[in-house]
């Protein structure tokens, strides 16, 4: 196996507490890392950094483990620009927009599928993200969530079953049958997914509803994860906490006790800033939940209807100029706290052992990341150390 020295790097934050100086991004200046094709094998400094097979300077450019998206819907058909550009103009969001996406990709072939998540997860990676989710839900019906799960599955490991998106017009009038048929036939056809989660809020599903699929996705051998309170509080993260998702997502409206619930559980809150941008909604206060000491992830969100986002970079930039987070902060919850959101310790951090997913930036530090919004900050991408 071949080992590579990347060295001269301005600033590396390695989200490891006991390297650098010791803050929960364990920061190091002139440091050099080295890794073989799959691992960190050696992280310091430049001066002392041992001998590699290839020498890669980074000519004093900042350095950041890849970014870890734990929260996308990629793959669907379609595109719902014209309901952007309606909500701009004045009418909010009522979550009835999933059934044009659902129509169009229920229609869409696998290999047109496979055409259109694909661009978008290269845009993805090409932004630095190494690690992605990605959930299906876009089909509400057993034999189309099954080839969702199935296309997500050629793209990652992280693969959500999200059959509980919102009840499809077929069920309109019988919810309890859809419920039903989620936690029953799909989720045995969909069991070949890692997680399950259900949209737990306003005009989705309701907190029972979703405490049945949930507890079949457990029984099926899945891991859970939650949407909630991104439109409403009816409750939905007392049942993350309760049924220890690995991660609630959105928390866009959080009471005091909430709060608390998440500060004293294993469950992360993933929020997701370009749905509160792409909706014009009040973003939830990330200082607020690291005050309480809550463990935040940050995400994408990428979908046609929400927060049609593919750049990490812009949701750290979102989430310092919106969310009260700083830029370490933001960086911290981009890559180790969307690990510790798919509980994976792994990835997320550049400790020995590591897997050796990283990007260069250009930029001699990390803060151009929220500094320069917009601005293509990636000049390389390393995957288990291949570029
Ligand atoms: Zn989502």
Redesign the pocket.
């Known amino acids: 196996m071949v080992s590579r020295l990347l060295t001269n790097i301005g600033e590396l934050l390695t989200n490891n507490v006991e390297l650098g100086d010791h803050s929960p991004v364990g920061r190091l200046r002139d440091a050099a890392l080295v890794v073989d094709d799959e691992r960190v094998l050696w992280v310091g400094d430049s001066s002392s950094a041992p001998d590699a097979d290839e020498r890669y300077d980074a000519r004093g450019a900042a350095v950041v483990p890849g970014f870890v998206d734990s ?3 990629l793959i669907f058909a379609g595109e719902r620009s014209d309901e952007f550009e309606a909500r701009m103009a004045g009418r909010p969001y009522a979550g009835r927009g999933i059934a044009r996406t659902v129509e169009a990709t229920r229609a869409a072939s696998d290999e047109q599928l496979r055409q259109e998540s694909g661009t978008r997860l290269g845009a993805l990676r090409a932004g630095g993200v190494t690690t992605v989710e990605v ?1 299906s839900g876009y089909s509400l019906d057993v034999a189309g969530e099954a080839r969702l799960v199935d296309l997500a599955s050629e793209i990652t490991d992280e693969v959500t079953f ?1 059959g509980a998106h919102v009840v499809p017009r077929e069920f309109t009038h019988d919810r309890g049958a859809y419920v039903e048929l989620v936690a029953g036939e799909m989720m045995r056809r969909c069991a070949g997914a890692k997680w399950t ?1 259900v ?1 737990c809020d306003d005009g989705a599903f309701d907190v029972d509803e979703a405490r049945v699929v949930l507890n079949a996705g457990r029984a099926a051998g899945h891991e859970l994860r939650l ?1 909630a309170n ?1 439109l409403r509080d009816i409750g939905a993260i007392s049942l993350a906490v309760e049924l220890d998702c690995a991660s609630v ?2 928390c866009t409206y959080v009471d005091d006790e909430d709060v608390e619930r998440l500060a004293g559980s294993h469950t992360v809150a993933t929020l ?1 800033p370009g ?1 509160e941008f792409s909706t014009r909604s009040p973003y939830p206060s990330g200082r607020r939940l690291r005050d309480a000491g809550v463990t935040v992830a940050l995400a994408t ?1 990428c ?1 046609p209807g ?2 049609y986002v593919t750049s990490m970079s812009f949701v750290i930039a979102l989430a310092v100029r919106e969310m009260g987070l700083s830029v370490d902060e933001a960086v911290w919850s981009a890559t180790r706290g969307g690990a510790a959101a798919l509980r994976r310790d792994d990835v997320g951090h550049l400790s020995v052992g590591a897997r050796a997913d990283l990007v260069i930036l250009n930029a001699p530090r990390v803060a151009h990341l929220a500094y320069r919004p917009g601005a293509s900050l990636v000049r390389e991408v390393w995957r288990n150390g291949v570029e």
Do not use: Y
């Open positions: 929260h996308t819907h959930k999200l989660d949209f949407h991104q997502d959105h997701l749905a969100d979908n929400t927060s």
